[in-house]
């Protein structure tokens, strides 16, 4: 905990589209982190190395069918699964930088038409993170980026409806990062958020997913 004493640790969450630079920028915001001597771990949903896990990334790569509603319940059942650890983690001083969530859940399973009232349900309880970033990328520029690995959902006008979602979710405690700027700038943009975050949560009980 950026060696403070007996601090617990943040809960930061990254969201954006397929291809909105997530993955990359969780990476070095995490060996950013490591290198200030805080304690960090990179985490990411859905964590396809559970037995649900593996489940979800077989209906991602088309190789399972699934029901809307089943799928979108088995990557609830993802965090739940990892519910109890992730809170260990936090108060014992490890901030958690998590690549998708709650949110990932409901935009994407509300973009195929669900009801968002049922998508929000299930996550309620999980841990509410202490602080969310946006990565804002067009769609159609996150799919000129190229690199949709051909999973199921990344389809440029599959995650115009998500963006959609994205947006209606987005409260005052998100920060929306312009995903399109130059790489070093949305990394220097995370550092600051992150550091700002990990410093002003150590008073801060950890909360709960309300909705
Ligand atoms: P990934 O590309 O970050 O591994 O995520 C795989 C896909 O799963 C991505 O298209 C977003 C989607 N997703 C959901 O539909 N619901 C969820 O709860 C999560 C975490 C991801
Ligand atoms: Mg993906």
Known sequence: NGGGKGGRGALIVLEGLDRSGKSSQCAR?????????CATEGWRFPDRDTSVGKMISAYLANESQLD????HLL??????????????????????????YSYSGVAFSAAKGLDIGWC????????????V??????PEKAAERGGYGGERYERVEFQKRVAEHY???????????????????VEEQLRELAM?????????HLTNLTW
């Not at 915001?29 to 001597?37: A, D, V």
């Open 68 to 71: 809307d509603r089943t799928i």
């Open 167 to 185: 947006h209606s979710l987005r409260d005052l405690t998100w920060k929306v990062v312009d995903g399109s700027l130059p790489m070093e700038t």
């Open 75 to 100: 990557f609830s059942a993802n965090r739940w699964e990892k519910r109890s650890l992730m809170e260990s983690k936090l108060l014992g001083g490890t901030t958690l930088v998590v690549d998708r």
């Open 120 to 131: 929000k349900a299930p996550e309620v309880g999980l841990l509410a993170p202490d602080l």
């Open 29 to 37: 915001l995490l060996s950013f982190l490591e290198g200030k001597g």
């Open 133 to 138: 970033i946006y990565l804002d990328v067009q």
């Open 196 to 204: 700002n975050c990990i410093s002003e949560c150590q008073d801060k």
